[in-house]
T-cell receptor, first 113, second 115 residues
Framework: GQQLNQSPQSMFIQEGEDVSMNCTSS?????WLWYKQDPGEGPVLLIA?????ELTSNGRLTAQFGITRKDSFLNISASIPSDVGIYFC?????????????FGTGTRLTIIP | DTAVSQTPKYLVTQMGNDKSIKCEQN?????MYWYKQDSKKFLKIMFS???????INETVPNRFSPKSPDKAHLNLHINSLELGDSAVYFC??????????????FGPGTRLTVT
């Protein structure tokens, strides 16, 4: 099945730094979602994007729906320890009766003390 | 209140056994899903039900059989378990919308270990 390419695979940063990650696809989507997964937990929805070019914020998080509809970006400003985890992008091509999400490969964020 | 719940959280069993995982959502959503997350953390859709009707069935061995007794519940039964079935299984739900996308909300996962 299709996988979305997410980069970087992992990031090691210091507290207070800004973080950027992106996700690219070979096919278009009409919805992009960003999730965060903590160890032993399920993915938690962070931001949802529905229109090409859309820029949406959720606190220190900002995500953008790429204009080509084949990519999306997530930025985290002024990182804090609780930002540690795995971030997943997910794309969806909404066709009636088929709502499956295709997930990215994940970006593992680690904060160096 | 837990939105999407799964039981059990951990399941350790031997090859060849049959086991079930249960999922319940109290969000009033129309659609429920099962995903499998492998050891590399890759998440892949297995099944989707909308109002008790199967709408997505990815290439999954027929040893896996989902059952939806009502739109708030989606169970996963696995026959003749194999070593390769070891993974974390996530249930998710979403509300079907006429416009826009649908945001899926995930349960805490069931870690299945087959020995």
């Amino acid at each position: 099945g299709q996988q979305l390419n997410q980069s970087p695979q992992s990031m090691f940063i210091q507290e207070g730094e800004d973080v950027s990650m992106n996700c690219t696809s070979s096919s278009i989507f009409n919805t992009w979602l960003w999730y965060k997964q903590d160890p032993g937990e399920g993915p938690v929805l962070l931001i949802a994007l529905y229109k090409a070019g859309e820029l949406t914020s959720n606190g220190r998080l900002t995500a953008q729906f790429g204009i080509t509809r084949k990519d999306s970006f997530l930025n985290i400003s002024a990182s804090i320890p609780s930002d540690v985890g795995i971030y997943f992008c997910a794309g969806q091509l909404r066709i009636f009766g088929n709502e499956k999400l295709t997930f990215g490969t994940g970006t593992r964020l680690t904060i160096i003390p | 209140d837990t939105a999407v719940s799964q039981t059990p959280k951990y399941l350790v069993t031997q090859m060849g056994n049959d086991k079930s995982i249960k999922c319940e959502q109290n969000l009033g959503h129309d659609t429920m899903y099962w995903y499998k997350q492998d050891s590399k953390k890759f998440l892949k859709i297995m099944f989707s039900y909308n109002n008790k009707e199967l709408i997505i069935n990815e290439t999954v061995p027929n040893r896996f059989s989902p059952k939806s007794p009502d739109k708030a519940h989606l169970n996963l039964h696995i026959n003749s378990l194999e070593l390769g079935d070891s993974a974390v299984y996530f249930c998710a739900s979403s509300q079907d919308r006429a416009a826009g996308g649908n945001e899926q909300y995930f349960g805490p996962g069931t870690r299945l270990t087959v020995t």
